[in-house]
């Protein structure tokens, strides 16, 4: 079963792309940055003839070449020999009406289209795009910036280069060691040519410690970050970050949505987390927004945090699982990392590729040990188990690389493949930190498996526990990982009567996709041979021993032919500890 896994997953990563739409209707939750990135250059085009404002086609009228409006509304009866582009603007064909090329509405509506003869293709947008101007040419402002709430700008609502503002928002996920984090202060950014400045600098409150709360330091963070990008489609960025914050052990696995919701409403928390104070500085290669290496060099002190009693919706009287103890340290972290994004999407993508790859060396003095499974075997073991460490406090150093690389097909204009590969852990050094290890147990990796719940009495390959053993709150304690996920998903179309022959029917299409998937994965210690949980550093695990599970569920999203699975229902089987029953789980976004 194994091998069958993996031998598909190269076939799949190694496809090529499939079909394209010829119309689609997107209501993703932020505007996708390739999107972004074309309506831009359309509208700053030489060629593309610019209207602020509304734009009425007459009947009779033609004009040549492409078309922007910026603000709209668009009217058009005429005749438009080029592509037509919509920008915050809604558009209405009326009969008669014709455009040769493309046809691109962000942040409004279409009315009319089956009036009108559209040559290419049909894109509407729901989400509005955020820009500034830089003389008639207009620049997309960043996601980060989209997403801040501010109370008030100087200046013209966003439209000029320079602004400064108050943003209220959230540090990142509600969890069970927070509550919900809430950052506010001051937003300044100045823009000159290619060059474009920008300060944030927040105190985050955290609503765990209640409204009084803010007498507790534990309960008081802050924020400050200040970047200095020059070029625009390509170019380099520098920047550094001073914190106090709460981060999380391992985040590759679910979302941060989905975290703080699982969290908020089911009194579930799936991540570990702990205090990080201390600052970074970094500097980033960039071709445009998908491609991207980043090297950075952090001071960071590193600190436990316990579970405190934030409240939740259901289940509020309930006791939460422990956060770990971690080890306690100061550490100077180097990272260098690539990111590649040539999906056609972000958030609902069809075809590409998506790959994060991350090297990092920290060397620090560590004063306490949190406890891995070893360290609490029973006190009559005559010798320490392997995998136990060494947990005397002093010097510490190590090397950690993790792979995320996804890539998505489109077998037809309703069905896709896809598969993903992430391998993780120690490289050289000294064993990992707990806030380094790894685990592949639960609903964002293996779902057949239940969360941090031993797969076995005897070994734990989901987080690697030896002998049923676990410290408090079971944290992830994998050194190395391996996972590999094969998924396909399509439309799910209903047939209605129609007709007096009970074999005529329309078909319906709803905004429901099916999925079906399978995984494979383990973790593993790095030391002496022991069993199935311990490997020396040159060896990789039998696939025999790799914990594997099937599944399918129902993705119900928005419909069109890039959807957004805003509510998925999904059930999962363990295949290689067939004894196991099967999981049954919710996701509010795509698996990957």
């Not at 996708?32 to 085009?45: C, G, S, T």
């Not at 005749?79 to 009326?94: K, M, S, Y």
């Not at 009969?95 to 009108?116: F, S």
């Not at 590729?353 to 060396?361: I, S």
Request: neutral net charge; hydrophobic residues 40%.
């Amino acid at each position: 079963m194994i091998q069958r896994i993996l031998r598909l997953l190269l076939a799949v990563l190694l496809a090529a792309p499939a079909l394209r739409a010829q119309v689609s209707e997107r209501d993703e939750p932020s505007l996708p940055r390739d999107v972004a990135r074309a309506v831009v250059e359309l509208y700053n085009a030489p060629t593309t003839t610019r209207v602020v404002g509304p734009l009425t086609v007459d009947s009779g009228r033609t004009i040549t070449g492409d078309v922007a409006s910026l603000g709209g509304p668009v009217t058009v009866a005429g005749h438009i020999t080029g592509r037509l582009l919509a920008i915050n603007a809604d558009v209405t064909f009326q009969r008669g009406a014709r455009v040769d090329g493309d046809v691109t509405v962000v942040g409004g509506i279409v009315d009319g289209r089956g009036q009108a003869f559209i040559g290419g293709e049909l894109q509407i947008h729901r989400q509005v795009l955020y820009f500034h101007r830089d003389g008639e040419r207009i620049v997309a402002e960043t996601p980060e910036e989209e997403g801040t709430m501010r109370w008030w700008r100087w200046l013209s609502g966003g439209a000029r280069r320079n602004y400064a503002g108050l943003t209220v928002t959230s540090a990142h996920t509600y969890n069970r060691v927070e509550g919900l984090p809430i950052m506010v202060g001051p937003t300044l950014v100045h823009s000159s040519g290619p060059l474009r400045a920008r300060i944030d600098a927040f105190v985050i409150y955290r609503t765990s410690g209640g409204f009084d709360g803010a007498k507790d330091s534990a309960s008081v963070g802050h924020l400050v970050k200040t970047e200095l990008a020059f070029g625009r489609s390509r170019g380099i960025r520098v920047g550094a970050r001073l914190y106090d914050e709460i981060a999380p052990v391992e985040s590759w696995q679910l979302g941060d949505g989905e975290v703080g919701l699982a969290t908020f409403f089911l009194h579930r928390d799936f991540r570990d987390y702990y205090g990080r104070h201390g600052g970074t500085a970094y500097a980033s290669l960039h071709a445009g927004d998908d491609r991207t290496l980043t090297l950075s060099l952090g001071d960071q002190r590193w600190a436990s945090r316990a579970a405190r009693d934030p409240w939740t919706l259901f289940r509020n009287t309930a006791s939460w699982r422990p956060n770990p103890q971690l080890d306690d340290a100061r550490m100077h972290v180097a990272n260098a990392t690539v990111h590649i994004d040539t999906r056609n999407d972000e958030a609902t993508p069809w075809a590409g590729w998506y790959l994060d790859a991350d090297y990092e060396h920290g060397v620090g003095d560590v004063t306490t040990f949190g406890p891995v499974a070893a360290d609490v075997s029973p006190v009559f073991s005559p010798v320490p188990l392997p995998g136990a460490r060494d947990a005397k406090p002093g010097r510490h150093r190590y090397a950690r690389g993790f792979l995320d690389a996804r890539r998505y097909n489109r077998l037809s204009p309703d069905v896709q493949l896809n598969a993903r590969l992430v391998l993780g852990g120690w490289l050289a050094g000294d064993p990992l930190p707990l806030e380094r290890r790894l685990s592949v147990s639960g609903p964002g990796a293996l779902p057949g498996f239940d969360f941090r719940k031993p797969t076995s009495s005897a070994t734990d390959l989901g987080q690697c526990g030896l002998l049923g053993l676990q410290p408090s709150g079971s944290p992830a304690q994998c050194e190395r990982m391996a996972l590999a996920q094969l998924e396909m998903r399509g439309a799910v179309h209903l047939g209605l009567p129609f007709g007096d022959a009970l074999w005529e029917h329309v078909a319906v299409h709803t905004a429901a996709r099916w999925v079906v998937f399978a995984d494979a994965g383990r973790g593993w210690l790095v030391g002496d041979a022991y069993r199935d949980l311990v490997y020396p550093a040159s060896k990789f695990p039998p696939l025999s021993t790799f914990l594997s599970d099937v599944g399918a569920g129902i993705d119900f999203g928005s419909g069109g032919v890039a959807d957004v699975a805003s509510f998925g229902l999904y059930v999962a089987k363990s295949v290689s500890r067939p004894s196991q029953p099967a999981n049954v789980f919710v996701r509010v976004r795509r698996r990957f």
